[in-house]
């Protein structure tokens, strides 16, 4: 349920009273808290003011003579009067200029006038002539300006000393020199004085300057006499007629109007606190505008926070606003506007205090506009380099810039801005546009390559990261363009490996449901019999190693294999593999060159996965080594590794990717006539990849070697 909209307005109007009465307390309580008007401001300006004044235009106003007489001039102020106007030469030729005639005769309208003319041009010239040929005669003409100065000063304090007689006529003072022991005094002190000042040795004597410094001459009297002081003790007082119908009346009662003022604001103040207490207790939870709430608690908890002290600072600014119209105007043109302000201020504070205070405590900070901006700010100095140069870049564009407008302001100032322009400026903007220009051909390039056109290399410009951005767009050309070679092999190899898969398959299984139909006819013979069930036999095993191979590949390759590691002699398990295939290897015509070390060479393997990388390789060259060649097998310890190396040469053409040789089913006999699965090599390589070591081949021409290195211990 919402609250009423008059009792959200008068917690408002409330609060806003509250305000206006601490504020009030904070800006004026000095003033009138245990004070009366003589301890006002204002008033003690004032009579710091008439102590200033009356030293020097009253009490001790030096005599205009004995000023004249202390006039002095000196050996420089003669030679700057000579040159004021230049030298000797250039004052003449000046004068001569001033009443030479426009076609360059002496003679102008009348001869009368020509004569007065020339009279007045040789009495100037004259004068020059003597200022720089007789010392005393300039003297006498310096002397007489500062004589002239001080008659100025001492016309000027004249009208001063009226004005200030007038505006202070309703001080009372009887004061004497302390040096002289001469006697001032303007009045009597009667009993009834409201105000009073003592000047003595133990209060202070009134001491002030005795040039009076509120005039433009005071200069030039105050050269002449020094910075002289005169001392004063007595009584300076305001009787109570003054207070209560002279001058001092209208201040008087206006300090004494703001003092009830402000005890009332107090007093107002304290009943609106009170006030607002027990509202808000009783009903503070109902004020809220649901709508307003839940679009509030859409924004980032800083910008809530924000918002609310925006808030306070116009309701707060309104509300002082209203102490000036209040002390300072007593409610004369008193704007509505500033009071509507600071209550709808207000209000809104009010309802934002509620909605911080139950939020503040939950909120995500990481959701805040400032943890974004300095999330955002963080990869700024990502590339420190970039970061760097981008505010040395702004630095300098902001100092051109800046002298450039005080060019306008100080046109001194183009000494130096222009050799900065030149020097510093104009290369910083070239060097900043032509970045800017090599990173649109960047971003272009990056554009391109996004949408699949991959084109040319990025030229690489000079060190800068925008280059070093270049190159690594490059290396990612180069990347996509390999793997876009790779997705083309490995498509083919997909379709070779269906092509070979099925075919391996379906032959033996062909030949499996071949013979089994041949098997169903009675009239076949018992030997007949016994040679298709040998038949079905042999393509069964075939096909039962070719599926049983398939799925260790396919076990390997998805690494859902454990792996039993052992210590294992290498040169004892190759020995073995070796002895195993002694009968094939005497049947197949070929010459085995076997090299093993006595010296066992240890390695943590599981034996029976790494007998069958031996296995393989062995078979392999059995299945396509060149009849009645060699083949080699070698196994040495190098370097803290097992070297294993096997080397023959092939019955087939192997064409030069030997990479493709460790696919599935990728057989040296692309006709596919010999036995096998295609799988012994890619099994021997997944098996290797299992225990960390590598298995690499090589294709020289018919020469096929195969190298396999293992961690020994």
Same mark, same amino acid.
């Given at each position: 349920?919402?609250?009423?909209?008059?009792?959200?307005?008068?917690?408002?109007?409330?609060?806003?009273?509250?305000?206006?009465?601490?504020?009030? +307390?904070?800006?004026?309580?000095?003033?009138?808290?245990?004070?009366?008007?003589?301890?006002?401001?204002?008033?003690?300006?004032?009579?710091?003011?008439?102590?200033?004044?009356?030293?020097?235009?009253?009490?001790?106003?030096?005599?205009?003579?004995?000023?004249?007489? %202390?006039?002095?001039?000196?050996?420089?102020?003669?030679?700057?009067?000579?040159?004021?106007?230049?030298?000797?030469?250039?004052?003449?030729?000046?004068?001569?200029q001033?009443?030479?005639?426009?076609?360059?005769?002496?003679?102008?309208?009348?001869?009368?006038?020509?004569?007065?003319?020339?009279?007045?041009?040789?009495?100037?010239?004259?004068?020059?002539?003597?200022?720089?040929?007789?010392?005393?005669?300039?003297? *006498?003409?310096?002397?007489?300006?500062?004589?002239?100065?001080?008659? !100025?000063?001492?016309?000027?304090?004249?009208?001063?000393?009226?004005?200030?007689?007038?505006?202070?006529?309703?001080f009372?003072?009887?004061?004497?020199?302390?040096?002289?022991?001469?006697?001032?005094?303007?009045?009597?002190?009667?009993?009834?004085?409201?105000?009073?000042?003592?000047?003595?040795?133990?209060?202070? $004597?009134?001491?002030?300057?005795?040039?009076?410094?509120?005039?433009?001459e005071?200069?030039?009297?105050?050269?002449?006499?020094?910075?002289?002081?005169?001392?004063?003790?007595?009584?300076? !007082?305001?009787?109570?007629?003054?207070?209560? /119908?002279?001058?001092?009346?209208?201040?008087?009662?206006?300090?004494?109007t703001?003092?009830?003022?402000?005890?009332?604001?107090?007093?107002?103040?304290?009943?609106?606190?009170?006030?607002?207490?027990?509202?808000?207790?009783?009903?503070? @939870?109902?004020?809220? =505008?649901?709508?307003?709430?839940?679009?509030?608690?859409?924004?980032?908890?800083?910008?809530?926070?924000?918002?609310?002290?925006?808030s306070?600072?116009?309701?707060?600014?309104?509300?002082? @606003?209203?102490?000036?119209?209040?002390?300072?105007?007593?409610?004369?043109?008193?704007?509505?506007?500033?009071?509507?302000?600071?209550?709808?201020?207000? !209000?809104?504070?009010?309802?934002?205090?509620?909605?911080?205070?139950?939020s503040?405590?939950? !909120?995500?900070?990481? *959701?805040?506009?400032? $943890?974004?901006?300095?999330?955002?700010?963080?990869?700024?100095?990502?590339?420190?380099?970039?970061g760097?140069?981008?505010?040395?870049?702004?630095?300098?564009?902001?100092?051109?810039?800046?002298?450039?407008?005080?060019?306008?302001?100080?046109?001194?100032?183009i000494?130096?801005?222009?050799?900065?322009?030149?020097?510093?400026?104009?290369?910083?903007?070239?060097?900043?546009?032509?970045?800017?220009?090599? +990173?649109?051909?960047?971003?272009?390039?990056?554009? @391109?390559?996004?949408?699949?056109?991959?084109?040319?290399?990025?030229?690489?410009?000079?060190?800068?990261?925008?280059?070093? =951005?270049?190159?690594?767009?490059?290396?990612?050309?180069?990347?996509?363009?390999?793997?876009?070679?790779?997705?083309?092999?490995?498509? #083919?190899?997909?379709?070779?490996?269906?092509?070979?898969?099925?075919?391996?398959?379906?032959?033996?299984?062909?030949?499996?449901?071949?013979?089994?139909?041949?098997?169903?006819?009675?009239?076949?013979?018992?030997?007949?019999?016994?040679?298709?069930?040998?038949?079905?036999?042999?393509?069964?095993?075939?096909?039962?190693?070719?599926?049983?191979?398939?799925?260790?590949?396919?076990?390997?390759?998805?690494?859902?294999?454990?792996?039993?590691?052992?210590?294992?002699?290498?040169?004892?398990l +190759?020995? *073995?593999?070796?002895?195993e295939?002694?009968?094939?290897?005497?049947?197949?015509?070929?010459?085995?060159?076997?090299?093993?070390?006595?010296?066992?060479?240890?390695?943590?393997?599981?034996?029976?996965?790494?007998?069958?990388?031996?296995?393989?390789?062995?078979?392999?060259?059995?299945?396509?080594?060149?009849?009645?060649?060699?083949?080699?097998?070698?196994?040495?310890?190098?370097?803290?590794?097992?070297?294993?190396?096997?080397? %023959?040469?092939?019955?087939?053409?192997?064409?030069?990717?030997?990479?493709?040789l460790t696919? #599935?089913?990728?057989?040296?006999?692309?006709?596919r006539?010999t036995?096998?699965?295609?799988?012994?090599?890619?099994?021997? *390589?997944?098996?290797?990849?299992?225990?960390?070591? /590598?298995?690499?081949?090589?294709?020289?021409?018919?020469?096929?070697?195969?190298?396999?290195?293992?961690?020994?211990?």
């Amino acid at each position: 349920m919402k609250h009423p909209v008059s009792k959200n307005i008068l917690l408002s109007v409330l609060a806003v009273i509250t305000m206006f009465s601490l504020f009030t +307390l904070m800006e004026e309580g000095r003033n009138f808290i245990g004070t009366s008007y003589f301890d006002s401001e204002s008033f003690t300006n004032e009579l710091s003011n008439f102590e200033s004044s009356i030293v020097p235009l009253v009490l001790a106003t030096p005599d205009k003579e004995e000023v004249k007489k %202390n006039i002095t001039v000196t050996a420089d102020e003669i030679e700057e009067y000579r040159y004021r106007y230049g030298n000797l030469e250039s004052q003449l030729e000046s004068i001569e200029q001033q009443y030479a005639s426009p076609t360059g005769d002496e003679v102008t309208t009348t001869e009368t006038t020509n004569e007065l003319s020339i009279a007045e041009r040789d009495k100037k010239m004259e004068d020059i002539t003597k200022n720089f040929t007789d010392d005393s005669y300039v003297e *006498q003409k310096i002397r007489l300006e500062k004589e002239a100065q001080v008659d !100025a000063y001492y016309k000027s304090i004249e009208i001063a000393k009226n004005d200030f007689l007038n505006e202070n006529e309703d001080f009372i003072y009887d004061l004497k020199n302390v040096e002289t022991g001469e006697q001032f005094t303007n009045g009597e002190l009667t009993s009834k004085i409201p105000f009073k000042k003592e000047y003595s040795n133990r209060n202070g $004597y009134l001491k002030k300057t005795i040039v009076y410094e509120n005039v433009d001459e005071y200069w030039s009297v105050q050269d002449f006499m020094g910075n002289q002081f005169a001392r004063f003790e007595g009584t300076v !007082a305001i009787p109570e007629a003054s207070i209560l /119908s002279g001058n001092r009346a209208y201040p008087y009662n206006y300090f004494i109007t703001n003092q009830r003022i402000f005890y009332g604001a107090l007093i107002a103040g304290i009943l609106a606190a009170i006030a607002f207490v027990l509202l808000w207790r009783k009903n503070g @939870e109902k004020f809220r =505008h649901d709508k307003a709430e839940e679009k509030y608690y859409t924004f980032p908890i800083d910008v809530r926070i924000a918002l609310f002290f925006i808030s306070m600072f116009v309701a707060i600014s309104a509300t002082k @606003e209203l102490i000036g119209f209040i002390f300072y105007y007593k409610g004369y043109d008193l704007n509505i506007i500033t009071i509507i302000v600071a209550v709808l201020f207000t !209000a809104l504070a009010l309802y934002q205090w509620k909605w911080i205070r139950t939020s503040i405590g939950n !909120a995500d900070w990481k *959701q805040s506009l400032m $943890y974004s901006w300095v999330k955002s700010l963080e990869g700024f100095f990502l590339k420190r380099s970039i970061g760097v140069q981008t505010l040395i870049l702004l630095i300098v564009v902001f100092f051109w810039g800046f002298g450039t407008m005080m060019v306008f302001w100080q046109p001194a100032v183009i000494i130096v801005w222009i050799p900065a322009t030149l020097l510093i400026g104009i290369p910083v903007l070239v060097v900043l546009l032509s970045r800017m220009a090599y +990173l649109n051909r960047v971003m272009v390039k990056t554009e @391109e390559m996004a949408k699949g056109v991959i084109g040319n290399k990025i030229k690489e410009k000079g060190r800068s990261p925008i280059a070093e =951005h270049a190159a690594s767009l490059n290396q990612l050309r180069d990347r996509i363009k390999s793997s876009h070679s790779e997705q083309a092999k490995s498509e #083919r190899l997909k379709t070779e490996l269906i092509t070979n898969v099925s075919h391996d398959l379906r032959t033996p299984l062909t030949s499996i449901i071949t013979y089994t139909d041949l098997l169903k006819n009675p009239s076949i013979t018992d030997e007949e019999r016994a040679s298709y069930i040998a038949i079905l036999d042999k393509k069964s095993m075939r096909l039962k190693t070719l599926i049983e191979d398939l799925f260790e590949v396919s076990k390997m390759a998805t690494g859902n294999i454990e792996l039993d590691k052992r210590k294992v002699d290498l040169t004892q398990l +190759l020995q *073995q593999a070796i002895a195993e295939h002694q009968e094939d290897i005497d049947k197949s015509g070929l010459e085995y060159r076997v090299t093993i070390g006595t010296k066992p060479i240890m390695s943590y393997v599981d034996g029976q996965k790494w007998w069958r990388v031996l296995d393989n390789l062995i078979i392999n060259t059995l299945k396509y080594a060149l009849p009645n060649t060699r083949v080699y097998i070698n196994l040495d310890q190098v370097d803290g590794k097992a070297v294993f190396v096997i080397k %023959n040469i092939a019955k087939y053409e192997l064409g030069n990717d030997t990479n493709e040789l460790t696919e #599935r089913f990728k057989r040296a006999d692309t006709s596919r006539h010999t036995d096998g699965s295609g799988l012994g090599l890619a099994i021997a *390589q997944s098996i290797v990849d299992l225990h960390g070591g /590598s298995l690499r081949m090589e294709v020289d021409g018919d020469l096929f070697k195969v190298t396999v290195k293992i961690a020994t211990i």
